[in-house]
């Protein structure tokens, strides 16, 4: 299967830390750069390779929860549950009048 090629400094970041994990290599802004060559800014860079290792960690998080269900369906299984407890707050609210 072809993957398309990242367009923006985001989706070029998000690649190379991809690249460099299956290599084995702990992604940095500084090899992220490397493998991105120039273009965006530092800021963007930094900023994105932190939101790349927040959603990593969650998504390990979620694995390690429930290491049974694959995490790509825990996550609209949690928005469902959410959904449902709030819902029933509100029904409770309005019965308590």
């Known amino acids: 299967m072809k993957t398309s090629k990242p367009k923006n400094t985001r989706e070029k970041v998000r690649a190379a830390a991809w690249q460099l994990i299956e290599e084995g290599i702990s992604p940095s802004r500084t090899k992220i750069r490397d493998r991105i060559g120039p273009g965006g800014s530092d800021a963007t860079v930094a900023d994105e390779l932190h939101c790349f290792w927040t959603e990593l960690g969650e998504h390990v998080k979620q694995s390690k929860a ?32």
């Open 66 to 97: 429930r290491p049974d269900i694959p995490v790509e369906f825990m996550a609209p299984q949690q928005n469902l549950w959410v959904a449902e407890v709030g819902l029933r707050q509100m029904i409770r609210s309005v019965l308590s009048g």
